[in-house]
Structure formats: structure tokens, C-alpha cells
């Protein structure tokens, strides 16, 4: 039986492709070849119209595009800035928090910390080369000192737990770690108003840098489980 003409699949035409998305895959390109860094100024939105032939709203919709992402950031009467590098093949994983109750936003954070420390301490044990560990050990000797000199140590414990991250050699574990830097660096500026904060779980440092230098991916996780509890029970306790 000879099919009816009517009853094949319609082929529709291409869609026009979004004027949007072709100014932020352009923007793009341009950070990339013009190796723009961090702190860069973007070229102002009139020479984005000129150079893309295309309207105003189009350029802000992708700047607001790019701002959602946090790698650009737009200054009253200065220009837009670049916060992050950025190309076609960048992935972008925002993260929002709101920081008004401080208290919640720690113990949030930490609930999301510790099931990625917990692996990104087992993968430091299998993968950490003897470079890595090196790095680790200087990381950890700073923080030993500034704590034992000062009772606190706030930057040098995050630089030591960002060397662990490298140390697995999946940028993933660092990059997310980072994005929920403010948060912990506001934290540490004044903690509860306690100078002794961590200071129950600073002995397991050294300890979790042992298991990963022993190999050990199941001695990792019970070491960073440590530190991760303890840190839970202060922030409880300091913010009662």
C-alpha cells in the first residue's frame, strides 16, 4: 500500500539561533584570544553594538547572561570587569547562599563540605604524587605555626585543605570548594568572637596528611569526618 504523501514527517526549518547566546559565545571567544585575566575591563556596551551588530538590550541580556555566572561583574560609571576566566567550553556551576543567618548558612555549607572532602581526601590518598605531597606538608607546617603562635588559623587551614584538593588532580574539588570561599572567609574574620575556634580539631590535620601520605583512602575519610564534626559541634555550640 503506497504510503500518503500527507503522513510523512515535516521537515521544519533551522531555528534562527538566539542573538543572545551568539553574543556570549562571542564574548567568549573574545576573553579567550584577547587572554584576558581576572580584573580585565571588557570593552564598553556601544563597542559591543558596533562590533556585533546588535542592539542594547542584546548585549545587557548576555552581561546579565555572564553576571548569573559570577565571572563578570559591572561597575557604576567604571565599566564591566572579568572576575574569572571564561570560554565556549567553560563549565559554570553557581552557588547561592544567603548570608544574612550566618549560623545556617555554616552548617549548610559544611552538610555540602563534607561528603566532598570526604571523597576528595580518599582520592588524594590514591592519586597524591610525591610533588603533592610536599606542598601538602609545607601547607600544613604553616598552619601549625600560625596556630601555635596565634591559637587560630584560619587562610593557612584553608590553603592546606585546598593543597589536599589539588592533590586529587580533579579541578572540580577545588573550583567547589572556592565558590563557597566568602562565606568561610567572612567566618574566619570573626568567628563567633571566639580566636580559639577549630582549635579541637587542628590536631587531626596532621593526621589526615598522614593517611594520604600512607596511601590509606579509608583512613582519609575517617580523618576528615573528624575535623568536619568537630567543626559542626563548635559552630553549635559558639552560636547558641
Same mark, same amino acid.
Given at each position: 500500500?503506497?504510503?500518503?504523501?500527507?503522513?510523512?514527517?515535516?521537515?521544519?526549518?533551522?531555528?534562527?539561533?538566539?542573538?543572545?547566546?551568539?553574543?556570549?559565545?562571542?564574548?567568549?571567544?573574545?576573553?579567550?584570544?584577547?587572554?584576558?585575566?581576572?580584573?580585565?575591563?571588557?570593552?564598553?556596551?556601544? %563597542? /559591543?553594538?558596533?562590533?556585533?551588530?546588535?542592539?542594547?538590550?542584546?548585549?545587557?541580556?548576555?552581561?546579565?547572561?555572564?553576571?548569573?555566572?559570577?565571572?563578570?561583574?559591572?561597575?557604576?560609571?567604571?565599566?564591566?570587569?572579568?572576575?574569572?576566566?571564561?570560554?565556549?567550553?567553560?563549565?559554570?556551576?553557581?552557588?547561592?547562599?544567603?548570608?544574612?543567618?550566618?549560623?545556617?548558612?555554616?552548617?549548610?555549607?559544611?552538610?555540602?563540605?563534607?561528603?566532598?572532602?570526604?571523597? @576528595?581526601?580518599?582520592?588524594?590518598?590514591?592519586?597524591?604524587?610525591?610533588?603533592?605531597?610536599?606542598?601538602? %606538608?609545607?601547607? /600544613?607546617?604553616?598552619?601549625?605555626?600560625?596556630? /601555635?603562635?596565634?591559637?587560630?588559623?584560619?587562610?593557612?587551614?584553608?590553603?592546606?585543605?585546598?593543597?589536599?584538593?589539588?592533590?586529587?588532580?580533579?579541578?572540580?574539588?577545588?573550583?567547589?570548594?572556592?565558590?563557597?570561599?566568602?562565606?568561610?572567609?567572612?567566618?574566619?574574620?570573626?568567628?563567633?568572637?571566639?580566636?580559639?575556634?577549630?582549635?579541637?580539631?587542628?590536631?587531626?590535620?596532621?593526621?589526615?596528611?598522614?593517611?594520604?601520605?600512607?596511601?590509606?583512602?579509608? @583512613?582519609?575519610?575517617?580523618?576528615?569526618?573528624?575535623?568536619?564534626?568537630?567543626?559542626? %559541634?563548635?559552630?553549635?555550640?559558639?552560636?547558641?
Amino acid at each position: 500500500m503506497k504510503a500518503n504523501s500527507s503522513d510523512r514527517p515535516v521537515i521544519r526549518p533551522l531555528p534562527v539561533m538566539d542573538r543572545a547566546r551568539q553574543v556570549t559565545d562571542a564574548l567568549a571567544d573574545y576573553v579567550e584570544e584577547a587572554r584576558l585575566k581576572a580584573g580585565d575591563r571588557l570593552p564598553a556596551e556601544r %563597542e /559591543l553594538m558596533a562590533a556585533l551588530g546588535v542592539g542594547r538590550s542584546t548585549i545587557r541580556e548576555a552581561i546579565r547572561h555572564f553576571q548569573a555566572l559570577g565571572v563578570i561583574e559591572t561597575r557604576k560609571g567604571s565599566g564591566t570587569y572579568l572576575l574569572k576566566p571564561v570560554s565556549r567550553a567553560t563549565i559554570h556551576m553557581p552557588l547561592s547562599l544567603d548570608t544574612v543567618h550566618l549560623r545556617d548558612v555554616l552548617l549548610q555549607t559544611l552538610e555540602v563540605r563534607r561528603g566532598i572532602e570526604c571523597e @576528595a581526601g580518599m582520592v588524594a590518598a590514591r592519586r597524591r604524587t610525591s610533588t603533592d605531597l610536599v606542598v601538602i %606538608e609545607e601547607k /600544613l607546617d604553616a598552619m601549625e605555626r600560625v596556630h /601555635l603562635e596565634k591559637g587560630t588559623s584560619g587562610p593557612e587551614d584553608l590553603a592546606f585543605h585546598l593543597a589536599v584538593y589539588d592533590s586529587t588532580h580533579n579541578p572540580l574539588f577545588r573550583q567547589l570548594l572556592e565558590q563557597m570561599r566568602e562565606t568561610f572567609e567572612r567566618f574566619w574574620e570573626h568567628p563567633f568572637d571566639r580566636q580559639d575556634f577549630a582549635r579541637r580539631s587542628f590536631p587531626f590535620h596532621r593526621t589526615l596528611f598522614d593517611a594520604i601520605a600512607a596511601g590509606d583512602p579509608e @583512613a582519609a575519610r575517617a580523618e576528615t569526618l573528624k575535623i568536619l564534626d568537630i567543626v559542626e %559541634e563548635d559552630i553549635k555550640e559558639m552560636s547558641k
